[in-house]
């Protein structure tokens, strides 16, 4: 069965600026975190190819034609694999954790669609179909997938990694996705890289997960001026050591931020250690201390 006639899907949306084709070995040191995207088109994949079998049936239906499988999704839309392994002290994205045979890391697969013109992902596959069922009608009205509303975000491509960990971890510590997901992308960008540090961070505890929750909650989605409350969020990221194992080009990023020496040695360091990893594991960040 054919996909959708049209497609809102877009190239840039689902070419994030750092994907692979296949996956590579895992690192044998459990030090590092390890995240990577991997371009996931095998609908045999079990998870896959239930969800195509739910949505094909579905736009079935509605077509009232023969059920047959969807031949691919909307042009421009692409599935994702999130690998995501963290080092031996840091936090995990979800319950669901597998291990490695061989290397005996730990880590986590999810799989995620990209190519929303906002640039998000859609975490959950299942919230797709809502998009779908709007493609399919030709869009009229207002779509109700949980990504539209955002359409005007516009996520660059390198950008794209923070956003996708960082709706994870929402998922993950919050009781109130859809509130949470509001006030979540009125959270100025830097502080997408900040969430991610300090989820990364081994030092991590619950009580400060709990606490830095508590913060955003209390953004208001309905009111522009969140000043007082973003301050408080700010300061509270600010007192988080920075994570060595952090992506080079997440703290490459941040150099804006981070003033002195003492960061300018950080990221020499790290790009040394680029340099010397990047024909191992061009994927894998490994910093040994
Ligand atoms: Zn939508």
Redesign the pocket.
Known sequence: MDPPLISDGQLRACSPEESYEEILPFPKSPIGCLVYLLKNENFENKRINEWVTAFSKLLAEKRECDFELLSSLPSNYSFYSLIYSPGISQNHISEEIQEDSTSKRKYEEKILILG?PSGLPFIEMDSFS??LE?LESMCQNK???P??PYNRLKIQPKSQIHYIEALYWLKKNSKFIEPFFKSFTKVKSIYIEDINNFFRSGETTQTQIDEFFKFIEQLDVNNDDNEEIQNKIEKHLNNIPPSINIEPKLLYNKRKEVKGETAKTVIVTINLFKDLFYNIFINFIIFFL
């Open positions: 929303h809502k998009h709007w779509c109700q997938c990504l539209c």
